[in-house]
Each structure stands twice: as structure tokens, then as C-alpha cells.
């Protein structure tokens, strides 16, 4: 009866070499659907999933880091972003002084995520080169807003290397981080390079209604006086290649791979639930599409201004993740008062190496006993009192089977 059970959880889920194949898929079609019109391309999956993928990644963040992101650090956090807010409001108004000011916030996120994140001599030399970078961006406010744009469609990366920890086959896990660097890093590298040269072009096409001659979107995404070269309209390219693996990493992967994340979001915020999350993003879909319709250049600002919160409040998990992986899952109390079963989502001990990247596994394990060790975190104890580590709740388990390798 056990063995039936396992087995009927096990392909409840994708296995390993599924997932793989269903991203290698995503990337395929985004590609060609790029090529064929980059422009239309980028502003149609802006319209239709650029508030819902905002609202699934705060939520997989905080679910997932609730530890690192704790108040009162979380509330700093936001101070600071809806400063950065404020400024892209007003950017259209008052240009330069505003850039400045989003750059001059950014860069001080980087600050206190560094203080929170570091110790000791890292930290300093981690200030160091956030005074450096942002010495520089200042000095270069237009290439910097450029290149963040870029630099934040590179973020799934980190979140899916991290999440493959808890693909237990080794060669699986090999798999999908293989394909994970195919669309972050060669396929954008290929485009860049001028091979899909001849099929490139900067018509909005279908969309030519709502953006005009397409060179607002072309200017987002290319570097200054690149615009009207083939440079520029091999970034725009990359641009919209990106966002739609973008979209599809936060709207279609993650919160099918990661239920225990959205679980732990649930828990510590219990009034947004799932269906509520995703109502409230398909409803702004609808209203952003009106507003797109009627003035794209000012939806497109609303739309930067709000979606900040998702991009500023990754910065302290990914420079955790970098260079700090000693805070990444630390406990939630502090964040969720007496939470315990908040903590216990997150914080979990690390197995000896022999254990973390075996090859070998159970021909049909139950996904409900599959590990998810985070990096060289040390065993916490529970909220609640007690010295034995904490590990996944059981109404959170990792969400993917592992491939039986040949010969096991």
C-alpha cells in the first residue's frame, strides 16, 4: 500500500528529465516567436504577464528566503524601494535628478543588504565595491538603467540553480542547470553575435497600434546610440527573448516546482492565498492592457515604478546566494513572530557531500521524502525550543521526482 502510494506521488510531478525537456521546449518556441517579431513579442508578454510575474516572484522570494528577509530588515527594504518608486514616477518630469536619485537608492539596497547579509572584512570589502559601482553608474546613469534591464532577466538563474539542489540524481541536475545556461547565456551570446542577423527586425507589427513606430521599446533595451544600429536591435532581441523566459520561469515553473515556497508565503502572509494572488494579477493584466492601450509611454512608467519591489527586493538573497550563503535560511521567528512551522518551510541541515551529489537513488521514491538541503547552512533549532535540526513540513514537499540512472 506504501510502495503504491510513493509511486502515485512520484507521478503526481514532473521527474527531472521531463522538467528539463519541458524548459528546453520553452526556450525553442520563445526563441523562434522572438525572432519572428521582437517587439510585438516583448510588449505582448509585457501586457499579459508582467504584473502576475511580479507578484509570483515577491511571493516565491519571501516564501523561500522569509529567513534572510525578516523584519525589521524587510521594512528598510521597502522603505527604500518605494523611494525608487517614487523616483521612476517622476523621471518622466524632472529626467536626470530622478535617475540619479533610482541609482543613489539602488546601490544603498546593495548597502544594507551587504550589512546583513556579510561580516566582518567581507562586508567592508563589499561596500567598497558597491562605492565603486555606484560611483560609476552615476557617472553613466543612462548605460546603468540599460544594462539593470538586462541584468535583471538574468535573475531566474540563480533562483533555478539554487532550486536544483533537490534534484537528487546527479546527472539530472546536471541536465538542468545545462539548459538553464543555454538560455541565459548562449542563446543571448549567438544573437549578440549576428547570426540571426537575417531575420531580425525592429517592426512592431501587430502591435504597431499601441507603441507606433516601436522605438520607445527598442530604446528600453538598447544601450545609448545604439538605437538605430543593428546593435541595438540585436539587444532588443536578447531583450524580449529573456523577458518571455522570464515570464516563463515565475508563471509556468515555479509555482508548479515550488509548492513549499508558495506554502510558506501563505503562512506568513494568510490573507493572500493562491487564488487570490493570481486574481489580483490577471485583474491588473486587464487593467494595464487598457491603460497600454491609451498611453504606453506612461503605462510602461507605472508599470517600472511598481515592479521594482520585485526586482530591488531580490538584491539581498542574491548577493546572500554569491557571496553569503551563511544567512540564506536563517530562522523566521523574527519575521513571523512564533511561526514555527514558518521556520521549519525553510531551515534545514546540509548532508555530507557523499549524500548531496550521489548518482545513485531509489528507482520510485516518494517526492514527499526527496531532500532539499540548502547550501552550507548550519542545523537551527526549532522556534519553539529544542536542539534537533528542522527540516520540510510534509504538507510542503519538494515538488520533483529524480530519473533512475541505468544500471541502478
Do not use: C
Request: glycine residues 8%; neutral net charge.
Amino acid at each position: 500500500m506504501a510502495e503504491a502510494e510513493e509511486s502515485s506521488a512520484a507521478s503526481a510531478v514532473p521527474r527531472s528529465r521531463t522538467l528539463t525537456l519541458l524548459v528546453l521546449g520553452a526556450v525553442a518556441a520563445s526563441l523562434a516567436l522572438t525572432l519572428r517579431s521582437p517587439v510585438a513579442t516583448a510588449v505582448i508578454g509585457l501586457i499579459l504577464f508582467g504584473v502576475l510575474h511580479n507578484l509570483l516572484e515577491i511571493r516565491y522570494v519571501v516564501g523561500r528566503f522569509g529567513g534572510l528577509l525578516a523584519r525589521p530588515f524587510l521594512d528598510l527594504l521597502v522603505a527604500l524601494v518605494t523611494g525608487i518608486v517614487a523616483f521612476r514616477l517622476l523621471a518622466p518630469v524632472i529626467g536626470r535628478p530622478a535617475q540619479l536619485g533610482e541609482i543613489a537608492l539602488g546601490y544603498a539596497v546593495l548597502a544594507v543588504a551587504a550589512h546583513r547579509v556579510l561580516e566582518g572584512r567581507r562586508r567592508v570589502v563589499a561596500w567598497a565595491l558597491i562605492g565603486v559601482a555606484a560611483a560609476v553608474s552615476l557617472a553613466f546613469p543612462a548605460y546603468h538603467l540599460v544594462v539593470l534591464v538586462h541584468l535583471h532577466h538574468v535573475v531566474p538563474l540563480f533562483f533555478l540553480w539554487e532550486w536544483s539542489r533537490r534534484i537528487t540524481s546527479l546527472r539530472g541536475r546536471r541536465a538542468f542547470r545545462a539548459v538553464q545556461l543555454l538560455w541565459v547565456v548562449v542563446v543571448p551570446a549567438v544573437i549578440l553575435t549576428g547570426v540571426f542577423d537575417g531575420s531580425l527586425t525592429a517592426d512592431p507589427g501587430i502591435v504597431r497600434s499601441v507603441v507606433g513606430d516601436g522605438h520607445a521599446v527598442l530604446a528600453a533595451g538598447a544601450l545609448p546610440g545604439t538605437t538605430a544600429t543593428v546593435v541595438g536591435v540585436r539587444l532588443l532581441t536578447v531583450l524580449a527573448f529573456m523577458q518571455t523566459m522570464h515570464y516563463v520561469v515565475w508563471v509556468a515553473l515555479m509555482p508548479r516546482i515550488a509548492p513549499d515556497a508558495s506554502a510558506a508565503f501563505e503562512a506568513r502572509v494568510p490573507w493572500v492565498t493562491g487564488p487570490r494572488l493570481w486574481a489580483v494579477g490577471f485583474v491588473a493584466a486587464a487593467l494595464f492592457a487598457v491603460l497600454f492601450g491609451v498611453d504606453y509611454a506612461r503605462a510602461t512608467t507605472l508599470y517600472a515604478a511598481l515592479s521594482s519591489y520585485a526586482a530591488y527586493l531580490e538584491l539581498p538573497v542574491l548577493l546572500a546566494m554569491l557571496v553569503g550563503a551563511g544567512r540564506l535560511y536563517g530562522s523566521t521567528s523574527a519575521a513571523a513572530g512564533s511561526q514555527s512551522e514558518d521556520a521549519k518551510s525553510r531551515d534545514v541541515a546540509e548532508p555530507p557531500a557523499s549524500t548531496a551529489d550521489a548518482t545513485s537513488e531509489p528507482s520510485e521514491p516518494s517526492v514527499a521524502t526527496l531532500p532539499y538541503w540548502p547550501p552550507a547552512a548550519p542545523p537551527l533549532p526549532p522556534t519553539g525550543g529544542g536542539s534537533g535540526p528542522v527540516g520540510l513540513r510534509p504538507s510542503a514537499p519538494a515538488a520533483v521526482a529524480p530519473d533512475p540512472e541505468p544500471g541502478v
